[in-house]
């Protein structure tokens, strides 16, 4: 007679934005009949909930639940955001925006970007961002969602958000719980594994109560309890690229017009965040400790802040890099538990969500089949490095030379996929999305064309076209896209009609 291999307990250890984000998710597509949801957290425990500034894949997580996002906006004090704008990185007083969505239009089967290069590298056509609706609308205020107007970019329109992250969290709790997810009150203090193989068996609480499970998800964060602590499966140091390993977070009183935009500031050390939500802006500073003193960073932020400061600030520290395992036995780390990479372009949200798709993707029975836990972390391993790189490229392709921060992230060796991408697009402008790397050819052109990379040519087809042609059409496009925005409401007035918070 077979025995019943199915998984039947999940224990969810931690809960802040990884744990009720996977929690809500898998009593959203797991049979609570046959699967039981545990999910261990403690008050007294903090989160590193700084508000949240997230991309566009999110809305593909909200449709998965099922979230009304006018609901969900209106809970969590969220905004609307068409993109991060970088100030300072290139050198001071220098500004460019990574908006999300697509330049131009592909022409004659040939990348829009190569017919701009071509104009562009003669003087005779405007800067990039005039041919992003994301970047135009982003710069006047405004937004709106797409709506099907045929060939019209505002159809095509690509946006993300900003929200409250323990407001987040607490929405998704209380939808997770209302499908039967279980939360215990109480602090892990020990893991019990099994003698025959090292599995997890059962987590011990503070109150000696004893939580048994068949598959452990860590969420206990930077603390990372579980797959560190207990099953000991190493750290990829990777803060040679990237030495910023401190941060503090301060919120403050909104200030002025409501920005549908994050905003990235390079300081001397690392750089300061800026994240506007309904009722307060989000305000942070990254810095590498090697190079800024605490003190020094927390007066680089409380001298920018847009208004009165509304709380004492949260101070964080970690190293940049990731698990070697982020699934080991019967254990999956999501979240900062598996690995950090520092917040420059809003993917921490993304890769919970990630992880979480890939785990509903290849998931166990009591067997644990090694060759599934392999293909999870080699997927996990193939998206940390690639965001990992084009974070490096922020820092590495930079004329600033005011400190010996910025000189050292200027003439670092850099990895070989990094290395590649700029001379691919240094000789011809060629940019290529490798395989399922998150970013893309859009992302890799704002940042590379923003940080001031030159290229030495285009494609070659362009030229089947004539310098006249591509002037018209380039035109039209830079028309189309202002009429576009010009429909576009205010970022405030469409908060308001929509998706007000109560």
Same mark, same amino acid.
């Given at each position: 007679?077979?025995?019943?291999?199915?998984?039947e307990?999940?224990?969810i250890v931690?809960?802040?934005?990884?744990?009720?984000m996977?929690?809500?998710?898998?009593?959203?597509?797991l049979?609570?009949?046959n699967?039981?949801?545990?999910?261990?957290?403690?008050?007294q425990?903090?989160?590193?909930?700084v508000?949240?500034?997230?991309?566009?894949?999110?809305?593909?997580?909200?449709?998965?639940?099922g979230?009304?996002?006018?609901?969900?906006?209106?809970?969590?004090?969220?905004?609307?955001k068409?993109?991060?704008?970088?100030?300072?990185?290139?050198?001071?007083?220098?500004?460019?925006?990574?908006?999300?969505?697509?330049?131009?239009?592909?022409?004659?089967?040939i990348?829009?970007?190569?017919?701009?290069?071509?104009?562009?590298?003669?003087?005779?056509?405007?800067?990039i961002e005039d041919?992003?609706?994301?970047?135009?609308?982003a710069?006047?205020?405004?937004?709106?969602?797409?709506?099907?107007?045929?060939?019209?970019?505002?159809?095509?329109?690509?946006?993300?958000?900003?929200?409250?992250?323990?407001?987040?969290?607490?929405?998704l709790r209380?939808?997770?719980e209302?499908?039967?997810?279980? @939360?215990?009150e109480?602090? $892990? +203090?020990? #893991? =019990?594994?099994?003698?025959? !193989?090292?599995?997890?068996?059962?987590?011990? %609480?503070?109150?000696?109560?004893i939580?048994?499970?068949?598959?452990f998800?860590?969420?206990?964060?930077?603390?990372?309890l579980?797959?560190?602590?207990?099953?000991?499966?190493?750290?990829?140091?990777?803060?040679?690229?990237?030495?910023?390993?401190?941060?503090?977070?301060?919120?403050?009183?909104?200030?002025g017009?409501?920005?549908?935009?994050?905003?990235?500031?390079?300081?001397?050390?690392?750089?300061?965040?800026?994240?506007?939500?309904?009722? @307060?802006?989000?305000?942070? $500073? +990254?810095? #590498? =400790?090697?190079?800024?003193? !605490?003190?020094s960073?927390?007066?680089?932020? %409380?001298n920018?802040?847009?208004?009165?400061?509304?709380?004492e600030?949260?101070?964080?520290?970690?190293v940049?890099?990731?698990?070697k395992?982020?699934?080991?036995?019967?254990?999956?780390a999501?979240?900062?538990?598996?690995?950090?990479?520092?917040?420059?372009?809003?993917?921490?949200?993304?890769?919970i969500?990630?992880?979480?798709?890939k785990?509903?993707?290849?998931?166990?029975?009591?067997?644990?089949k090694?060759?599934?836990?392999?293909?999870?972390?080699?997927q996990?391993?193939f998206?940390?490095?690639?965001i990992?790189?084009?974070i490096?490229?922020h820092?590495?392709?930079?004329?600033?030379?005011?400190?010996?921060?910025w000189?050292?992230?200027?003439?670092?060796?850099?990895?070989?996929?990094?290395?590649?991408?700029i001379?691919?697009?240094?000789?011809?402008?060629?940019i290529?999305?490798?395989?399922?790397?998150?970013?893309?050819?859009?992302?890799w052109?704002?940042?590379?064309?923003?940080?001031?990379?030159?290229?030495?040519?285009?494609?070659?087809?362009?030229?089947?076209?004539?310098?006249?042609?591509?002037?018209?059409?380039?035109?039209?496009?830079?028309?189309?896209i202002?009429?576009?925005?010009?429909?576009?409401?205010?970022?405030?007035?469409?908060?308001?009609?929509?998706?007000?918070?109560?």
């Amino acid at each position: 007679m077979a025995t019943n291999s199915r998984i039947e307990k999940i224990v969810i250890v931690g809960g802040g934005t990884a744990g009720w984000m996977t929690a809500a998710a898998f009593s959203k597509v797991l049979n609570k009949d046959n699967v039981n949801i545990v999910l261990v957290e403690s008050d007294q425990i903090g989160t590193v909930s700084v508000g949240e500034a997230t991309i566009p894949q999110i809305s593909l997580f909200n449709k998965i639940l099922g979230i009304d996002e006018n609901e969900f906006l209106s809970k969590t004090n969220g905004t609307f955001k068409l993109g991060i704008e970088f100030i300072d990185w290139r050198k001071k007083n220098h500004r460019y925006m990574h908006p999300f969505g697509n330049f131009g239009t592909d022409m004659e089967a040939i990348q829009f970007h190569h017919y701009w290069l071509k104009m562009f590298n003669q003087g005779q056509a405007p800067d990039i961002e005039d041919y992003s609706l994301a970047a135009v609308g982003a710069k006047q205020n405004r937004f709106m969602r797409p709506v099907n107007m045929g060939n019209s970019p505002i159809s095509e329109l690509a946006y993300a958000f900003h929200f409250d992250a323990v407001l987040y969290a607490k929405f998704l709790r209380e939808f997770a719980e209302q499908r039967g997810v279980k @939360r215990v009150e109480g602090k $892990v +203090v020990s #893991s =019990s594994l099994r003698a025959n !193989d090292g599995f997890i068996e059962s987590v011990t %609480l503070e109150d000696h109560k004893i939580i048994p499970g068949d598959l452990f998800i860590d969420c206990s964060g930077f603390r990372a309890l579980l797959i560190e602590k207990a099953l000991n499966v190493g750290y990829q140091d990777w803060s040679h690229w990237l030495p910023c390993d401190r941060a503090i977070a301060i919120p403050c009183e909104k200030q002025g017009e409501l920005k549908p935009y994050t905003q990235s500031t390079a300081h001397q050390a690392g750089w300061r965040w800026r994240i506007p939500l309904q009722h @307060r802006t989000g305000n942070g $500073v +990254v810095y #590498s =400790s090697a190079h800024c003193d !605490d003190e020094s960073a927390l007066q680089n932020l %409380l001298n920018n802040l847009d208004g009165k400061s509304l709380s004492e600030p949260n101070r964080l520290r970690w190293v940049t890099g990731m698990r070697k395992r982020a699934w080991h036995k019967n254990c999956v780390a999501i979240g900062l538990s598996s690995g950090f990479i520092e917040p420059l372009e809003s993917t921490s949200i993304h890769l919970i969500q990630s992880s979480i798709a890939k785990l509903l993707g290849l998931f166990p029975d009591k067997s644990f089949k090694q060759v599934d836990i392999d293909k999870f972390n080699q997927q996990n391993e193939f998206e940390l490095e690639k965001i990992r790189d084009f974070i490096i490229l922020h820092y590495h392709v930079t004329e600033r030379d005011d400190s010996e921060f910025w000189n050292h992230c200027r003439t670092m060796e850099i990895p070989d996929f990094l290395r590649e991408k700029i001379e691919l697009y240094k000789s011809h402008g060629r940019i290529y999305r490798e395989h399922y790397e998150l970013f893309n050819e859009t992302s890799w052109l704002a940042v590379m064309h923003g940080q001031g990379i030159q290229t030495d040519g285009y494609h070659p087809i362009v030229d089947n076209l004539s310098e006249q042609e591509i002037k018209r059409r380039l035109q039209h496009i830079q028309s189309v896209i202002v009429q576009s925005s010009q429909q576009m409401p205010s970022h405030l007035s469409y908060i308001n009609q929509h998706c007000l918070a109560n």
